[in-house]
C-alpha cells in the first residue's frame, strides 16, 4: 500500500465495531511514547513517538495521527498549518500504522 493511496481500517473511519478505533490507537501510541518499551523489536516506534511528543505538543500529534488514519491525508500533507515538519509526519504515520497493525492481530 502507498502512502498517496493509504487508507486505514480504524473503526472511525470505517464504521466497523471489529476495527480498532483511533482512540484506542492514539492511547496506546500515547502510552509507549511516554513509556517506551526496551528490549523489544518495535521499540523503536516508541522512541519516534516519544520523540515527536516531546518536539511538539499533544494535541498536534493527535491531529496529524487522525488526519492520517481517519481522514486518510498523506503522511506530510497531513501536517499542514500545525508546524510540524513533514519528515515528522512520516514518522508519526508510519508509527500509527504500525499501531494500528498491532491492535488488529489481536482482534
Do not use: K
Not at 464504521?15 to 492511547?27: I, Q
Not at 518495535?42 to 505538543?57: G, K, N, Q, S, T
Amino acid at each position: 500500500m502507498t502512502e498517496a493511496n493509504a487508507t486505514y481500517p480504524v473503526e472511525d473511519a470505517t464504521g466497523n465495531p471489529d476495527d480498532p478505533s483511533f482512540e484506542a490507537v492514539w492511547t496506546l501510541l500515547c502510552e509507549r511514547g511516554q513509556h517506551p518499551r526496551v528490549d523489544h523489536p518495535d521499540a523503536h516506534f516508541d522512541e519516534i513517538m516519544a520523540d515527536v511528543l516531546e518536539r511538539y505538543d499533544e494535541e498536534t500529534v493527535r491531529t496529524v495521527t487522525h488526519r492520517i488514519l481517519v481522514e486518510f491525508q498523506p503522511f506530510r500533507t497531513a501536517t499542514a498549518d500545525l508546524g510540524v515538519r513533514p519528515v515528522d509526519g512520516v514518522r508519526i504515520g508510519t508509527t500509527a500504522v504500525a499501531t494500528l497493525r498491532e491492535l488488529q492481530a489481536e482482534t
